[in-house]
């Protein structure tokens, strides 16, 4: 993929600038009163009504595995490849889930397990009624070997996604996702039913041309853009955030997931600009295609940790002074976008 293409590519979302301007000016919060929104901040998390699935979370083997369940790769924060940060084994995440209330999860593959899945899969295993599993792509064997590997992790595993990860393509060598075995990858994901997640830590718009060239070819794929694209919500206007609209408004298959908004923020818990920048998401893309997800365990790193995401939109409700939800909004983007979009979440208990 040459540099030429994403500028081309630019200028095609650089047209709708107006429109998306228009998308990022202010918008009504809801129609819920002041005092709605003052009841629901002050409630907690293990008395909501509203049913909790968290669509973006990772779990890890503990170190004294670390033999049965093997670390290949490093993660960001991670000291050494065998060195986990921070406890991130399915039995804090039980608890956590527990505590804040959430009924139901989906686990991506993490990074330090690489491309081994029998952690990830032992945890499907012993919990089915709990977790559904995202698998990661590996880009490294050729379009035939990715293509038969997806499969089988789809069908004998039971696993309901595909995770782009951009960089564990050989992009030194000028490899993208949208090469040949990104592109078999893709296509036998939707061929199969399941969406892939795109993963742009390094910044929306340097992956851009990659993520339109594969939904272009292959429409019925659905995709995601995960953790709010990494679109920083200090500034609504950015190009960035333009480009995150334009996907909205030019795929009928593209989703978002409003997770680890501690990674997007430029302000203090409760992020107040994650708040209108989610009330844009929901003017452009609509409510059933948007989901809450935390990014556990990284989140527990964050003072307000897995119990605190789940408050943010009551707490910034709480000051706002009105809820930035309809009770609508909120059971989509909590509950009900996950389990249409991952149907294995409706057929458990």
Not at 100 to 124: C, E, R, T, W
Request: aromatic residues 10%; contains cysteine.
């Amino acid at each position: 993929m040459g540099p030429g293409r994403c500028g081309v590519r630019l200028e095609r979302y650089a047209s709708l600038a107006c429109r998306c301007r228009r998308a990022t000016t202010a918008a009504p919060a809801s129609g819920r009163t002041r005092r709605e929104a003052r009841a629901m901040a002050s409630s907690t998390t293990t008395t909501t009504t509203t049913m909790r699935i968290d669509s973006h979370l990772h779990v890890w083997a503990p170190k004294e595995r670390a033999d049965e369940y093997p670390y290949y790769g490093s993660l960001i924060g991670s000291a050494k490849a065998n060195e986990p940060p921070m406890p991130g084994h399915v039995e804090v995440l039980l608890q956590e889930m527990e505590r804040a209330g959430v009924s139901k999860a989906v686990i991506v593959q993490p990074g330090n397990h690489m491309f081994d899945h029998a952690y990830v899969s032992h945890v499907l295993r012993e919990h089915p009624d709990k977790f559904v599993g995202v698998l990661l792509a590996n880009p490294a064997g050729g379009p035939s070997a990715g293509a038969r590997e997806l499969e089988r992790l789809v069908t004998e595993e039971g696993y309901v996604g595909v995770r782009f990860n951009p960089y564990l393509w050989d992009r030194d060598n000028g490899e993208t996702m949208d090469n040949a075995v990104g592109r078999a990858m893709y296509e036998r994901a939707g061929q199969l039913g399941v969406p892939v997640s795109h993963m742009p830590f390094k910044g929306l718009l340097g992956h851009l041309d990659e993520i339109t060239a594969l939904a272009d070819a292959f429409p019925q794929t659905k995709f995601i853009v995960d953790h709010f694209g990494f679109c920083k919500c200090g500034d609504l206007q950015s190009e960035e955030w333009r480009a995150l609209l334009s996907l909205g408004r030019e795929y009928p298959q593209a989703y978002v997931k409003l997770s680890a908004a501690f990674r997007v923020s430029e302000q203090e818990y409760p992020y107040a600009d994650v708040r209108q920048a989610t009330r844009n998401l929901i003017s452009t893309f609509g409510k059933e295609r948007l989901m809450w997800g935390t990014d556990f365990p990284w989140v527990t790193e964050q003072p307000r940790g897995y119990v605190g995401a789940w408050s943010i939109i009551a707490a910034s409700d709480e000051a706002a002074g009105e809820a930035l939800l309809t009770r609508e909004e909120e059971e989509h983007i909590f509950h009900k976008t996950a389990r249409s979009l991952f149907p294995k979440l409706g057929k458990q208990g």
